[in-house]
């Protein structure tokens, strides 16, 4: 079934610890991103990749790190994980190819439940 | 930038009936595309509906409709007949028309939950 997998659903980690949240999809989307939802504040942009081989920050960069070594794969990574990083992470991509049709939405995986002790 | 504003943060609903989630959006922007998500507790971000700036023609997905007020900055969603398994967050979204090369920003509302009850 073609979509956004998200690994692991959930994890319970501890302060100071590295941890990287893996999303691959396989609807060839050029554009990936990753959203953290928390209560009352939707969901926040933490960095994007427009295609493989770049990377932007997005409304909340600090703390986290992406890599787009090839179209499928977008990690996300902790490098020293802090309890304010207690979250629910979203993977989403979308199909910028598509330059004439805006209404292009944004497909999400299922998310990534992240506890820091 | 762009902001979303939903400012119903619960919302509840009978079985059957009508109701009206509310979405403003803030913008200098003359052509964009806004959209509807639902979330269910199981955590899925489903699209609901969206709909066109240049559009005049309120966008409709079977129970499902919008209010579309470009002038108001409005973009409300309607659902008819209220099923059980409408309950969800709701999320309003709003993105620019597309640009060559460049990056195209989603920006989110914080959400509106509904409760449908039997």
């Known amino acids: 079934i073609a979509g956004i997998t998200q690994a692991p659903t959930s994890q319970i980690l501890a302060a100071g610890r590295r941890m990287t949240l893996r999303c691959t999809q396989d609807?060839?989307?050029?554009?990936m991103y990753w959203y953290r939802q928390d209560l009352g504040l939707g969901l926040r942009l933490i960095h994007y990749?427009?295609?493989?081989?770049?990377?932007g920050k997005g409304e909340v960069p600090d703390g986290y790190s992406v890599s787009r070594a090839n179209t499928d794969d977008f990690p996300l990574t902790l490098a020293s994980a802090v309890p304010s990083q207690t979250s629910v992470y979203f993977c989403?991509?979308?199909?910028?190819?598509?330059?004439?049709?805006?209404?292009?939405?944004?497909?999400f995986g299922d998310g990534t439940r992240l506890s820091i002790l | 930038a762009q902001t979303v504003t939903q400012s119903q943060p619960e919302m509840s609903v009978q079985e059957a009936e009508t109701v009206t989630l509310s979405c403003t959006y803030d913008?200098?922007?003359?052509?964009?595309?806004l959209f509807w998500y639902k979330q269910p507790p199981s955590r899925q971000m489903i699209l609901v509906i969206r709909?066109?700036?240049?559009?005049?023609q309120n966008a409709t997905e079977n129970r499902f409709s919008v209010n579309f007020q470009k002038a108001a900055k409005s973009f409300s969603l309607k659902i008819s007949d209220s099923q059980l398994g409408d309950a969800a967050m709701y999320f309003c979204?709003?993105?620019?028309?597309?640009?060559?090369?460049?990056?195209?920003?989603?920006?989110f509302g914080s959400g509106t939950k509904l409760n449908v009850k039997p």
């Open positions: 709909q066109e700036a240049y559009k005049q």
């Open positions: 913008t200098s922007e003359s052509d964009y595309y």
């Open positions: 990749s427009n295609t493989a081989g770049t990377t």
């Open positions: 609807m060839r989307h050029n554009a």
């Open positions: 989403a991509s979308s199909d910028e190819h598509r330059v004439v049709k805006g209404n292009q939405p944004q497909h």
């Open positions: 979204a709003y993105r620019s028309a597309p640009q060559p090369k460049n990056f195209n920003k989603f920006y």
